[in-house]
């Protein structure tokens, strides 16, 4: 950015980037809330208030109650820091272990047990206090992080958190003592961890130097799994007045689950507590999301929490200080330009207020476009922005948001972006600009929303303006179709397709079944009462294929074909997680392993048309003889691709079935980065194009191609699945399509991968729209997301269907419209569940 200058008189604003400073925080009434929900403890309440109930009537059991639930005690242990005021902070206290640690704690723990023995509803209950780390506070104090364990009974509880909510030090004159608490913190945490700052079999107590990134890990990376029931923690702390970033390199832990499961939590503080909690980390992070952290003082804590199953490697970690500096807002005089969030794309640092003010000349307007906008918190309602949130105009933007425009007509602006204590994102980039007022838009189409957009994308069907305004009073062309309310124009490919498009069904209507009639997948209408009668009344087995049961039943084209030759009527049952067939055969793990992705997360940065790294890891790039990428392929075993017949077919200038002229890329991501680690190159030993490939109707376009080397399975290498003949794509099912093609029709490929949405269409209109020419062996699918006009997926790679249990399924091989799939013409793909016994025939899978 230009205007560093003037950016740093913003800078120069007295900015609180210490957590201590307004540190007076005595339990908010809202944590009170959160020791109640916390778990079985509740339920011994409840369970002694229905209990209570049931002695009103029966005194007799007044004394088992008394005994055995009222007094029963319940164990609390709350975490939290303070303030010791008037004391330097001197090397000794970073280390538990030392004379210095043992005399300070001493002294605090001293000050909170005389605190708890004023307290008549919290004296009796203390157990221990104990001390577990010491940090510099700012100017001339000490910042104590300690936890308190109590045992209250349960009939005391409310009383007790009352009691340790309203706690209050006793005002003392700061400046005529040495020693002296000034605040203090306190919240209930997972007693384990708390504890286990003494505990030395997981803690580790880390401080970085200048200039050094230092390194760790979770136990036994990268060589074996973490260990399971694990409480670990590592506390990170840099030179006073600096700063922490922590950047995780590699996440691999078990899928995300809410409350439970193996996660990793960092703290902005030593105290493990949710108020400071910065992101609860878990699953698989593909190596683009940027996991980037900073801390708002010098310390940091990063726990790992791990259950009893799953065999996960963990994460691989390093961190270093830089000065801590005001890094964000400034005075914005050019006329267009881009700012983001601190840091951005790695999250924001807790705790900062940032202000842009920008101003463009006097008689233009300035308008800004967030291109990317992260700002969600566990628990935050987008509507409320209680939070963290962005600033403009009065009106308040957090939570996860689309592309957006905002312009409040004049030449200035003004965005003031804050992010509280607890929980951070990735931020967000704007780019501000300046118009013309009497034209927002040179040369394109003003959609209210203040976005601007190409003006062939008005009235083409797609809702480019994201709020219609591009597709309202528009007349529609013969190659769209005409909705009865809303009057909009769709293309007439979304015509029965299953999907109400119009927003008033009206492109479905000629296609619904009667009242009290059944739609099979077909389209035919059957009475309502065949549905699951055990006949297939629709002629393709759909009536009695989602009957919520599992019927062996005569075989029929429709039914799925178990290994000892019983049939099963279940739409597609094969590695759906649940045993179908008697003898399993539907889910053997040797057919079951494919499809999958091995990140659970997504990139946050990569997003529109750009397809993350390993996120079709069966993509592979198909080269010939030194020249370009040529056509895609997937890849289905170690040593088998598909791919489209048509790409092998000899011309003039070259002998394309000649398989030594083709070198395979698989695990490729970027075209320009062939070298990269993640990627293998393969030579292809034999090509076996279908025999019956016809190269002017394009039917039967499929052919499988055998690698010379077998290739092993990584993060970025996968097999997706091969569907049975039996397999169910139904119209209207949004799949992937994906490629290097290229990006216009007649320009140059792509770099990045590309992926677009596209929707599965009825065959009939399809057919209709293409004159004629679709065989049963070809499917049709259009494109859905309004904002993708590219051309996109090329010859031969795959179309990539999400089914159950989220395994990808090749719904079709892409062959013509070349894929470059132009909004109004749908694309041609190979059905590949029609090749099902010429692949197994082929390549024996
Ligand atoms: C902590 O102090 C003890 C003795 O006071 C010393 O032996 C130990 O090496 C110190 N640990 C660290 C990490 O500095
Ligand atoms: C320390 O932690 C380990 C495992 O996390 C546990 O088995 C051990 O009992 C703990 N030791 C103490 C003294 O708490
Ligand atoms: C991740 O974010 C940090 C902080 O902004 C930045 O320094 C780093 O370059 C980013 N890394 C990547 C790979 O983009
Ligand atoms: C800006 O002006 C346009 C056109 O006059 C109007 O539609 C729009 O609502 C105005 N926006 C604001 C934020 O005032
Ligand atoms: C637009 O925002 C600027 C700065 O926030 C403010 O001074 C100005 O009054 C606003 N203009 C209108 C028309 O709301
Ligand atoms: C079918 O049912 C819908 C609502 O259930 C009703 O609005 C419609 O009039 C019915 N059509 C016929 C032909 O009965
Ligand atoms: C496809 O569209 C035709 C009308 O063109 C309709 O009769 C048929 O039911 C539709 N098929 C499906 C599966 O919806
Ligand atoms: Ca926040
Ligand atoms: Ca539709
Ligand atoms: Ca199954």
């Given at each position: 950015?230009?205007?560093?200058d003037?950016?740093?008189?913003?800078?120069?604003?007295?900015?609180?980037?210490?957590?201590f400073?307004?540190?007076?925080?005595?339990?908010?009434?809202?944590?009170?809330?959160?020791?109640?929900?916390?778990?079985?403890?509740?339920?011994?309440?409840?369970?002694?208030?229905?209990?209570?109930a049931?002695?009103?009537?029966?005194?007799?059991?007044?004394?088992v109650?008394?005994?055995?639930?009222?007094?029963?005690?319940?164990?609390?242990?709350?975490?939290?820091?303070?303030?010791?005021?008037?004391?330097?902070?001197?090397?000794?206290?970073?280390?538990?272990?030392?004379?210095?640690?043992?005399?300070?704690?001493?002294?605090?723990?001293?000050?909170?047990?005389t605190?708890?023995?004023?307290?008549?509803?919290?004296?009796?209950?203390?157990?221990q206090?104990?001390?577990?780390?010491?940090s510099?506070?700012?100017?001339?104090?000490?910042?104590?992080?300690?936890?308190?364990?109590?045992?209250?009974?349960?009939f005391?509880?409310?009383?007790?958190?009352?009691?340790?909510?309203?706690?209050?030090?006793?005002?003392?004159?700061?400046?005529?003592?040495?020693?002296?608490?000034?605040?203090?913190?306190?919240?209930?945490?997972?007693?384990?961890i708390?504890?286990?700052?003494?505990?030395?079999?997981?803690?580790?107590?880390?401080?970085?130097?200048?200039?050094?990134?230092?390194?760790?890990?979770?136990?036994?990376?990268?060589?074996?799994?973490?260990?399971?029931?694990?409480?670990?923690?590592?506390?990170?702390?840099?030179?006073?007045?600096?700063?922490?970033?922590?950047?995780?390199?590699?996440?691999?832990?078990?899928?995300?689950?809410?409350?439970?499961g193996?996660?990793?939590?960092?703290?902005?503080?030593?105290?493990?507590?949710?108020?400071?909690?910065?992101?609860?980390?878990?699953?698989?992070?593909?190596?683009?999301?940027?996991?980037t952290?900073?801390?708002?003082?010098?310390?940091?804590?990063?726990?790992?929490?791990?259950?009893?199953?799953?065999?996960?490697?963990?994460?691989?970690?390093?961190?270093?200080?830089?000065?801590?500096?005001?890094?964000?807002g400034?005075?914005?005089?050019?006329?267009?330009?881009?700012?983001?969030?601190?840091?951005?794309?790695?999250?924001?640092?807790?705790?900062?207020?940032?202000?842009?003010?920008?101003?463009?000349?006097d008689?233009?307007?300035?308008?800004?476009?967030?291109?990317?906008?992260?700002?969600?918190?566990?628990?935050?309602?987008?509507?409320?922005?209680?939070?963290?949130f962005?600033?403009?105009?009065?009106?308040?933007?957090?939570?996860?948001r689309?592309?957006?425009?905002?312009?409040?007509?004049?030449?200035?602006?003004?965005?003031?972006?804050?992010?509280?204590?607890?929980y951070?994102?990735?931020?967000?980039?704007?780019?501000?600009?300046?118009?013309?007022?009497?034209?927002?838009?040179?040369?394109?189409?003003?959609c209210?929303?203040?976005?601007?957009?190409?003006?062939?994308?008005?009235?083409?069907?797609?809702?480019?303006?994201?709020?219609?305004?591009?597709?309202?009073?528009?007349?529609?062309?013969?190659?769209q179709?005409?909705?009865?309310?809303s009057?909009?124009?769709?293309?007439?490919?979304?015509?029965?397709?299953?999907?109400?498009?119009?927003?008033?069904?009206?492109?479905?209507?000629?296609?619904?079944?009667?009242?009290?009639?059944?739609?099979c997948?077909?389209?035919?209408?059957?009475?309502?009462?065949?549905?699951?009668?055990?006949?297939?009344?629709?002629?393709?087995?759909?009536?009695?294929?989602?009957?919520?049961?599992v019927?062996?039943?005569?075989?029929?084209?429709?039914?799925?074909?178990?290994?000892?030759?019983?049939?099963?009527?279940?739409?597609?049952?094969?590695?759906?997680?649940?045993?179908?067939?008697?003898?399993?055969?539907?889910?053997?793990?040797?057919?079951?392993?494919?499809?999958?992705?091995?990140?659970?997360?997504?990139?946050?940065?990569?997003?529109?048309?750009?397809?993350?790294t390993?996120?079709?890891?069966?993509?592979?790039?198909?080269?010939?003889?030194?020249?370009?990428?040529?056509?895609?392929?997937?890849?289905?075993?170690?040593?088998?691709?598909?791919?489209?017949?048509?790409?092998?077919?000899?011309?003039?200038?070259?002998?394309?079935?000649?398989?030594?002229?083709?070198?395979?890329?698989?695990?490729?991501?970027?075209?320009?980065?062939l070298?990269?680690?993640?990627?293998?190159?393969?030579?292809?030993?034999?090509?076996?194009?279908?025999?019956?490939?016809?190269?002017?109707t394009?039917?039967?376009?499929?052919?499988?191609?055998?690698?010379?080397?077998?290739?092993?399975?990584?993060?970025?290498?996968?097999?997706?699945?091969?569907?049975?003949?039996?397999?169910?794509?139904?119209?209207?099912?949004?799949?992937?399509?994906?490629?290097?093609?290229?990006?216009?029709?007649?320009?140059?490929?792509?770099?990045?991968?590309?992926?677009?949405?596209?929707?599965?269409?009825?065959q009939t209109?399809?057919?209709?729209?293409?004159?004629?020419?679709?065989?049963?062996?070809?499917?049709?699918?259009?494109?859905?997301?309004?904002?993708?006009?590219?051309?996109?997926?090329?010859?031969?790679?795959?179309?990539?269907s999400?089914?159950?249990?989220?395994?990808?399924?090749?719904?079709?091989?892409?062959?013509?419209?070349?894929?470059?799939?132009?909004?109004?013409?749908?694309?041609?793909?190979?059905?590949?569940?029609?090749?099902?016994?010429?692949?197994?025939?082929?390549?024996g899978?």
């Open positions: 950015m230009k205007d560093s003037s950016m740093m008189k913003y800078n120069n604003r007295p900015q609180s980037m210490n957590g400073e307004e540190g007076v925080e005595f339990l908010p009434a809202a944590n009170t809330k959160k020791v109640e929900k916390a778990g079985p403890k509740k339920k011994l309440a409840i369970f002694g208030v229905v209990i209570g049931a002695l009103l009537s029966l005194t007799i059991g007044l004394l109650w008394h005994f055995a639930y009222r007094n029963a005690p319940v164990q609390k242990l709350y975490t939290g820091y303070l303030r010791i005021a008037n004391t330097q902070f001197v090397e000794a206290y970073e280390n538990s272990t030392t004379r210095e640690f043992a005399d300070l704690s001493v002294k605090v723990i001293s000050t909170l047990r605190l708890y023995n004023g307290e008549k509803d919290i004296a009796p209950y203390l157990q206090c104990s001390i577990s780390a010491f510099e506070g700012s100017d001339n104090n000490v910042v104590g992080y300690y936890w308190s364990e109590f045992s209250v009974p349960a005391r509880e409310e009383a007790f958190e009352k009691a340790i909510s309203e706690l209050k030090l006793p005002t003392v004159n700061l400046r005529q003592r040495a020693f002296a608490v000034d605040s203090l913190v306190a919240y209930p945490t997972d007693p384990q708390a504890r286990n700052f003494k505990n030395s079999s997981c803690a580790f107590f880390l401080h970085s130097s200048a200039g050094v990134m230092t390194k760790f890990s979770s136990p036994g990376f990268p060589d074996t799994p973490y260990p399971p029931n694990a409480r670990c923690l590592w506390t990170l702390r840099a030179d006073a007045g600096q700063m922490i970033r922590l950047k995780f390199k590699t996440f691999k832990m078990e899928k995300c689950k809410a409350n439970a193996d996660f990793v939590m960092v703290y902005d503080s030593l105290s493990p507590i949710e108020p400071r909690a910065q992101i609860r980390l878990c699953g698989i992070y593909p190596p683009s999301y940027n996991l952290f900073f801390s708002s003082s010098n310390v940091m804590l990063v726990t790992l929490v791990t259950d009893n199953v799953g065999k996960f490697p963990g994460f691989l970690a390093e961190f270093s200080q830089f000065p801590k500096t005001s890094l964000c400034g005075y914005i005089r050019d006329a267009s330009g881009v700012f983001t969030s601190p840091y951005f794309p790695g999250h924001y640092p807790p705790k900062i207020e940032c202000i842009w003010d920008i101003q463009v000349p008689n233009k307007f300035v308008k800004l476009r967030f291109n990317m906008f992260y700002l969600a918190e566990p628990g935050v309602p987008v509507t409320k922005c209680t939070k963290d962005v600033e403009i105009n009065g009106q308040k933007y957090c939570g996860e689309k592309f957006f425009v905002v312009s409040n007509n004049s030449s200035k602006m003004s965005v003031r972006f804050v992010s509280d204590q607890s951070t994102d990735t931020g967000f980039t704007a780019e501000y600009l300046s118009y013309e007022p009497r034209n927002p838009c040179p040369d394109q189409f003003a209210k929303s203040g976005r601007c957009i190409r003006l062939d994308q008005k009235c083409d069907g797609w809702n480019d303006c994201e709020d219609f305004s591009d597709e309202k009073s528009c007349t529609c062309t013969a190659l179709f005409r909705c009865t309310n009057k909009l124009c769709k293309p007439s490919y979304f015509v029965c397709d299953g999907v109400n498009d119009c927003g008033d069904s009206s492109d479905e209507l000629a296609c619904q079944c009667p009242n009290n009639t059944y739609k997948g077909n389209g035919k209408c059957i009475p309502e009462s065949q549905k699951c009668d055990r006949t297939d009344n629709c002629g393709d087995g759909s009536d009695e294929a989602e009957c919520g049961r019927l062996s039943t005569t075989c029929t084209e429709y039914t799925y074909k178990c290994k000892n030759n019983q049939c099963i009527t279940k739409k597609n049952p094969e590695c759906d997680g649940e045993n179908d067939c008697s003898d399993g055969s539907d889910e053997i793990s040797a057919k079951c392993n494919c499809g999958k992705r091995p990140f659970t997360k997504k990139s946050r940065i990569v997003g529109g048309v750009n397809a993350d390993g996120e079709f890891p069966w993509q592979v790039s198909l080269h010939v003889k030194g020249n370009k990428h040529t056509c895609g392929a997937s890849l289905v075993s170690p040593t088998m691709l598909i791919s489209a017949a048509h790409c092998f077919q000899d011309d003039q200038s070259m002998r394309y079935s000649d398989a030594s002229l083709w070198t395979a890329y698989l695990g490729l991501h970027d075209q320009a980065q070298n990269s680690k993640d990627v293998v190159e393969r030579k292809i030993k034999r090509i076996m194009a279908h025999i019956g490939f016809n190269d002017n394009y039917d039967n376009d499929i052919s499988v191609l055998e690698l010379e080397k077998p290739v092993d399975y990584t993060d970025f290498i996968q097999p997706i699945c091969i569907p049975e003949s039996t397999h169910d794509f139904p119209v209207g099912k949004p799949i992937w399509v994906t490629g290097w093609g290229a990006l216009k029709e007649g320009g140059g490929a792509a770099v990045i991968l590309q992926k677009a949405e596209i929707r599965i269409i009825n209109e399809c057919n209709k729209l293409l004159d004629g020419q679709l065989t049963p062996r070809m499917l049709c699918a259009g494109f859905v997301s309004g904002g993708i006009d590219a051309c996109q997926g090329d010859s031969g790679g795959p179309l990539s999400v089914e159950l249990n989220n395994k990808v399924y090749l719904a079709g091989i892409v062959s013509w419209g070349e894929g470059c799939a132009r909004r109004n013409k749908p694309g041609v793909y190979t059905r590949v569940a029609m090749m099902r016994d010429w692949i197994r025939d082929k390549t899978l």
